[in-house]
Every structure is written in C-alpha cells, then in structure tokens.
C-alpha cells in the first residue's frame, strides 16, 4: 500500500508539472492492471511526459497508441503464461490444502469431518462398494438400480428412486479412489496477482490422494475398462480391420494426430500380448512400410496419449481465461479511449458533412448565396468527406478480420461450457472440437493446436 501512495503522488506531481520523464524498472512494477497502466501511460502523454521502462527500454513516449496496446499486451501475456506455468501438472498438490470442494448433499461415502476434510461414512460406502463391485460382476447398471431400490436404500440426496445416471456417475467418480477435481483460482489480476475464486467459469484441474478412498484404484481401473467395453460392444457391430477410411470417422485422434518425422498419420492397433488386449497408435506409414521410410517415429500408448491429451486441454483452458480477462481489460481502455475512430463515429460525422454540403449547393443553386463566398467550406468540407470515406473503407475492410478472433474465442467459451468444466476424461467429442492437430515431435513429446491457433507443447508420460 505504499508503493500504491508513491504511484498517486507520483502520479500527482506530474499533472502539477514536476516532472518531465517518469523512470521505472519494468512495466510490471508500474500500475496494479493493465487497465490502470495504459490509463495512466496516456494521462501522462497528454501531459507530454513520457514513461522510460528500464527493462524493456522503451519510452512511451516513442510510441503511439497501436505500439502501446501491443507492449502492454505482450507484456502482460508473457506474465500470464509464466503464472499458468507454475500451475503444471507436477505441482498440483500444492493446490489441494483447502481448495477442494466437496458437496456432501449430493456425495454418497463421505461427510466432512471435524478438521473440515472429508471421512469416510461406513454406511454410505457400503453402498459405493456394492455398486462397484456389482458393476464388475456384471450387472447392467438399470438392475444395480432397482436391486437398491428393492432393499429401501436411499441416495445421497436422500430420494429412494435411483436414476441410471447416478449410478453411473458413482462408477466414474474419481473422488472414490481419492481424488479430486481442483476448483482451481486464477488469476484476474495480472498486475498483482489478485486471484479469484473459481466459480465453476473455468475448468478445474485433477489432483491426485486428496482425501481417503472407497474404492482401490485397481478396482476402479477394471470398472472404467467394463464401462468402455460395454459401450464398445453396443456400438462396434460391424468393423473391418482394414479399412483405414472406417477408423478414421471412429476415432478423433486418426484425424489429427500426425507423425512429426513423415507426415503421415498415426493409427490406432490392438495387441493382445498377454492375453489382454492393448491398444497403441503408431505412423501408418510405418505400419505399411517399415522403417525404410520412417525410422524413428514412436508408438504410444493410447492411454498415455489421451492423458496427454487431458492435461493440455486444462491448460489451455487456464490460459483461455487469463487470455479472456486480458482481452476484455484491453478492449475497454480502447473503447473508452477513441471513440472517433470507430465505424459509427465516422458514419455520423461523414452524414453531418454530407448534410452540409447539401444544404450549401442548395443554397448556390437557389442563387441565395453566392458561390465565391463559401468557395473555402466547399474545399474543406470536400477534402474532410474524402478523408472520412477512406478512413470508412478502410475499418469497414478491416472489420471481419478484427472480429474474427472474437467470433472463435466466443465458439471456444461456448465449448467449454459445454463441456461441464471438469476435464478429467478423455474424450473423442470433446477433441475433434478442441483440436486442429497434434504433431508427434519425438517420443516425450507433442504439439498440440487448439482451433483458437494456440498451441502446447505436452509431455507424455510413458
Ligand atoms: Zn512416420
């Protein structure tokens, strides 16, 4: 707080004409937002002084408007990708002291204990267990249901009826094994680092033995396998092995995931090597040619594959939302600051002078006024409208490119909220949407493109 009274003083002296050139280390250690940065930048401007940032050696006062919005954005966009990077995967549990949330109404097997963390309750994970393991023996979920219904066991919300739903949603939950999805915060203040709570706007991440489980991770395993089998069953009735073209409509990944030595695309392969079936994804180029044309291209495991896939769509999404706020901040401070050049303000102006010059040629043809006498308002109304239709073509040109980025980020939003913000699963629907191409650079690592154009390197776990 007293570095905020040193800014306003700061601020103060210079509109009384103090100071001629405020020097600062970097731009980060300048305002509390962007917002307030690019405010200030401009007051400061109009005053005639300049701001020389140490760092990035540049003084606004060099710049204009177009070069100001960029060095800010940069600026702030590099901070928020290096705070979204202290969010990775491998630090994930320092997130979880408190910032888990459990909603126990509607949670069968726990109830929050005395240090507010969640304990196991005996009778309600009895009844967890039973489904687990009746799932395995298999029991098709609508039976598991009436066979509660039968023995007057009641939800967790307390109802007597179970849906299919719910119980499949006991069968897929991962807090079962001890896990949780993170409420994640962020950051919606890149200047100060003031975060947010997470009100379910963003995606939230996955974090690993948070709290003590019901079900053994192995049991689990088998449960999510007999899910994906069951659901395989009913729909692969008719497949031919041969045919790539097939595969290529079934799986989201035969479409967009490319061998980064050949070009060539991946496909997927079933192994059964011990008798339990193993699927993989290899360069189809090398499947059909062997290593004569692509030598080094790895196979992956389809379960690394999508885990990989899992990850770097969370943290997309963690960089969309920084992006959003980011995007909004800026746009505001340029809405605010040059209302004169947007369409509807040169339009307005344009019809005024238009008006104008109607009425003067009316007058001159009427013989009212003689023409000698408004000769200069015809030359300058003339050379203004000239100006004025340039400038009109020229935003009403750039207008579709400059809202195509809106019109994306807006299909990506309305993805996201789509997808229920609890990326956890992998999910054939949700990447054909997400995701242009993967690029398999080595065996450690992909490229992932984003329809929006952004890209993640991502590691994959073997
Ligand atoms: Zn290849």
């Known amino acids: 707080m007293k570095k905020r009274k040193e800014f306003l003083k700061l601020i103060a002296d210079c509109k009384k004409g103090k100071v001629d050139l405020v020097i600062t280390k970097s731009v980060t250690r300048f305002a509390r937002n962007t917002v307030e940065g690019l405010q200030t930048v401009r007051q400061l401007k109009n005053l005639g002084i300049g701001i020389y940032f140490e760092k990035e050696n540049v003084n606004t006062l060099n710049m204009d408007n177009e070069m100001l919005l960029?060095?800010?954005?940069?600026?702030?966009?590099?901070e928020c990708e290096s705070l979204s990077g202290n969010v990775k995967w491998g630090h994930r549990k320092n997130f979880q002291d408190g910032k888990v949330y459990?909603?126990?109404?509607?949670?069968?097997?726990?109830?929050?204990?005395?240090?507010g963390q969640p304990v196991i309750d005996e009778e309600q994970a009895k009844i967890v267990r039973r489904i687990y393991s009746q799932y395995l023996m298999g029991y098709s979920v609508r039976k598991i249901c009436t066979g509660l219904e039968g023995d007057g066991i009641r939800t967790a919300r307390g109802t007597?009826?179970?849906?299919?739903?719910?119980v499949q949603g006991i069968?897929?939950?991962?807090?079962?094994?001890g896990d949780a999805i993170l409420q994640k915060t962020y950051v919606a203040d890149l200047f100060n680092h003031q975060t947010k709570k997470n009100m379910g706007e963003l995606p939230k991440y996955y974090v690993h033995d948070c709290h003590p489980a019901i079900i053994d991770r192995a049991t689990f395993q088998k449960v999510q396998e007999e899910i994906a089998r069951r659901a395989g069953?009913?729909?692969?009735s008719s497949r031919a092995k041969t045919e790539l073209g097939k595969y290529s409509s079934k799986y989201a990944l035969s479409e967009i995931l490319i061998c980064g030595e050949c070009g060539s695309p991946y496909r997927r392969q079933t192994y059964m090597p011990k008798g339990e079936k193993i699927y993989v994804w290899r360069c189809l180029n090398r499947m059909e040619n062997g290593k004569r044309i692509c030598k080094n291209s790895p196979t992956f495991k389809e379960d690394a594959l999508h885990n990989a896939i899992v990850v770097a769509m969370n943290e997309m999404f963690s960089q969309q939302a920084a992006r959003d706020v980011l995007r909004e901040s800026i746009t505001a401070v340029l809405?605010?600051?040059?209302?004169e050049m947007s369409l509807p303000a040169v339009k307005s102006k344009l019809a005024a002078l238009e008006a104008r010059y109607k009425d003067l040629l009316d007058l001159v043809i009427a013989d009212s006024a003689r023409y000698e006498d408004f000769e200069d308002e015809f030359r300058t109304t003339n050379e203004k409208m000239a100006g004025l239709r340039s400038?009109?073509?020229?935003?009403e040109l750039e207008q579709p490119s400059a809202s195509e980025p809106d019109r994306r980020m807006e299909q990506i939003a309305s993805t996201i909220e789509q997808t229920d913000a609890s990326i956890t699963d992998y999910d054939d629907i949700r990447t054909r949407q997400l995701i242009s191409t993967i690029k398999v650079l080595d065996k450690e690592t992909l490229l992932i493109r984003f329809k929006d154009g952004m890209e993640i390197t991502q590691h994959i776990e073997k």
């Open 391 to 395: 400038l009109q073509t020229k935003l």
């Open 102 to 115: 459990y909603h126990y109404d509607s949670f069968l097997g726990y109830r929050k204990g005395e240090d």
């Open 171 to 177: 069968l897929r939950n991962e807090k079962y094994i």
């Open 233 to 236: 069953k009913r729909k692969t």
């Open 70 to 78: 960029t060095f800010f954005f940069t600026q702030a966009q590099a």
């Open 160 to 166: 007597s009826e179970w849906h299919d739903s719910t």
């Open 335 to 339: 809405a605010a600051a040059q209302p």
